[in-house]
Structures are given as structure tokens and as C-alpha cells.
């Protein structure tokens, strides 16, 4: 008797960067987290709970009950910090047995000006540790990206860099909220093949 391959459990995997703490919430280093919190509410996804060291759930993009069934989705937050998050990429992507192009990742990026969504497949790693930390853990830079403009200071000083992506975002709630919604509408055409990469 022949057996098949089995398909792996998800057909993609998709990644929030951001850091842990209620401190960090509302920053915008963090966009990625608020972005899957949106795929996960559009998708009716099951609470997530502790698993590959973060908050893990997975289900499809399409509600129960709803016929033709969309694809089946794994959504994870790194609970690691961001710039270790690829401790917990890689064991997801290991267990769902994911080839790499199948890893979306939502992140900010402060060389794009606030509001500009640019995807990809692989690419530089532009300085952010977040990403330098992905290629280790999931063995290289060849998984697919959603990057989130959220401007940058008018200095190149570490410090304020640093200061201006891990506090308040200034710009006011609404652009906020429209920005994780375009971003969202990025990553879900993507999810279901109708915007290539």
C-alpha cells in the first residue's frame, strides 16, 4: 500500500513582531501585534494561547460553516521580545512543517514613511533586529514580509530612534487604526493569493 505525504497542518504561518508588556501596547514598534490582532478578529480565530514561546492560535480565514473553506492559517506573537523572536518562529515553522515562503511576517519599518505598506519576498534586513533574529531562527531571510511605515524622527541618534518606535505613537487614533486596517488588507490578499509577492 502507498502512502501519500501527509500536507502540513497550515498552509501559512503568520508572525506579529512586537514586544511583551502591557508598556509596549499602543507603540509603534509593536504595529505587527496590532495587525494580527485584526487577521485574528477578521478570522474568528480561538483565543490564543502560550505555545512556541508566544501566543498561538490557528484556524481558517473563513468563518465555520462558510463553503468553499479558506486556507488554514497559524498565527503567532513572539512573546520573546522582538529581537529574539526567532526563538519562537522557527520551532512553529518546524512543527507545521512550513516551507519558507509560507512565513508571513507583519512588521514596522521606520524607513517607510507613516502609512506605507511594501511587501516582499526575502530582502535585506534594513538594521532591524527583529528581522536579523528571524533569518537565525528560521535558518534564512527568504520568508515573506509585510512592512509597516511608521516614519522615523528627523535624527539618526540610537537613543531617540529607539525613543520614538517604543513610545506613544503620535500620530492620533484613527490613522493608527486605518493603518492596521490597510495592513491587515495587505497580509489577508496575500494569505489568499490574490496579491503576489
Known amino acids: 500500500m502507498a502512502f501519500g505525504r501527509s500536507s502540513p497542518p497550515a498552509d501559512w504561518l503568520v508572525v506579529g ?14 504595529v505587527g501585534f496590532q495587525v494580527l490582532a485584526e487577521l485574528a478578529r477578521r ?7 502560550d505555545k512556541y514561546a508566544g501566543r498561538f492560535t ?5 468563518p465555520p460553516g462558510v463553503v468553499p473553506a479558506g486556507p488554514r492559517v497559524a498565527v503567532l506573537a513572539p512573546q520573546t521580545f522582538m529581537n529574539d523572536s526567532g526563538r519562537s518562529a522557527g ?5 507545521l512543517k512550513l516551507p519558507l515562503e509560507r512565513v508571513l511576517v507583519l ?24 528581522l536579523k533574529s528571524l533569518k ?13 511605515g511608521v516614519g522615523r524622527p528627523d535624527s539618526t541618534d540610537p537613543e531617540i530612534v529607539a ?12 490613522e493608527v487604526d486605518a493603518l492596521v486596517r490597510e495592513a491587515a488588507d495587505v497580509a489577508e490578499r496575500i494569505v489568499l493569493g490574490t496579491l503576489e509577492l
Open 163 to 174: 525613543g520614538y518606535v517604543l513610545g506613544r505613537w503620535q500620530q492620533d487614533r484613527a
Open 17 to 30: 513582531l512586537g514586544n511583551p508588556g502591557a508598556q509596549y501596547d499602543g507603540t509603534p514598534h509593536n
Open 58 to 62: 490557528e484556524g481558517r480565514t473563513t
Open 107 to 130: 512588521h514596522d519599518e521606520i524607513d517607510l514613511k507613516f502609512g506605507d505598506i511594501r511587501w516582499r519576498l526575502g530582502g535585506g534586513l534594513a538594521g532591524h533586529n527583529g
Open 136 to 148: 537565525a531562527g528560521l535558518g534564512s531571510p527568504d520568508f515573506a514580509r509585510v512592512r509597516i
Open 43 to 49: 478570522w474568528d480565530l480561538p483565543k490564543a494561547k
Open 91 to 95: 520551532p512553529a515553522r518546524g512543527a
